[in-house]
């Protein structure tokens, strides 16, 4: 985070600090690179706490207010970098990390050289512990996406089809009983270099599938 001013660095949460210094280390630099940002949860903490001073009477911070938004993260990272690539945040439940890789290669598709993206998530607030479906934990990474060309030496493919009727010819690596957060899953995908991962969550089978 030292690439960050100080005054933006110290508004940032402990998860947009997570989100923000991946982003920050994998961009090393570069300027005009699309950003999409995604976590199913966003600053919920926040959130919380806002809603608590609420329920005491006390007055909200504007400061807080502003961050506890879902693009607080992206929106720091754009402001402090002067950067006016366009960034995006998602949250799309437990198949986030699927649908902002979709997003990223739609901005692909539309001509932009490389998409920064950012998946990150934190540990719920104790609220919401009765609502948890897999074992939340702080965890943020980042990838810089280029469309395949013929000199790619890493290309993974996504593909998905409804639960029913999803089949593949080689037997998939399931994960639906691993209980991870979807963006750890992927990333364990990537980073073991497994051939083939399929994952379950709102009513997709989603198939990553390492091509080279």
């Known amino acids: 985070m030292s690439a960050m001013p100080a005054m933006l660095r110290r508004r940032a949460g402990a998860m947009g600090k997570m989100a923000l210094e991946t982003a920050y280390r994998c961009l090393d630099g570069k300027v005009g690179v699309p950003t999409v940002f995604c976590s199913r949860h966003g600053e ?21 207010f502003s961050l506890s938004v879902h693009n607080a993260a992206a929106g720091l990272f754009s402001v402090a970098r002067r950067d006016q690539a366009s960034h995006s945040a998602m949250a799309a439940g437990r198949s986030g990390v699927e649908h902002a890789v979709i997003e990223a290669c739609g901005l692909l598709a539309d001509g932009a050289a490389e998409v920064l993206l950012v998946v990150y ?7 919401f512990f009765e609502y948890q479906d897999c074992q939340e934990q702080p965890f943020a990474w980042a990838w810089l996406m280029r469309a395949e ?64």
Do not use: H, M
Request: charged share 20%.
């Open 149 to 212: 060309s013929a000199d790619a030496g890493n290309l993974i493919g996504l593909s998905w089809s409804g639960e029913a009727g999803a089949e593949t010819n080689a037997a998939p690596l399931e994960s639906n009983g691993s209980r991870q957060p979807g963006g750890l899953e992927v990333l364990a995908f990537y980073l073991r270099q497994d051939r083939q991962l399929v994952r379950k969550a709102d009513g997709r089978n989603w198939c990553w599938s390492r091509l080279v």
């Open 44 to 64: 919920c903490t926040r959130s919380v706490e806002l809603l608590a001073d609420l329920v005491q009477g006390q007055p909200l911070s504007p400061t807080s």
């Open 121 to 127: 998530d934190g540990v719920l607030p104790e609220v």
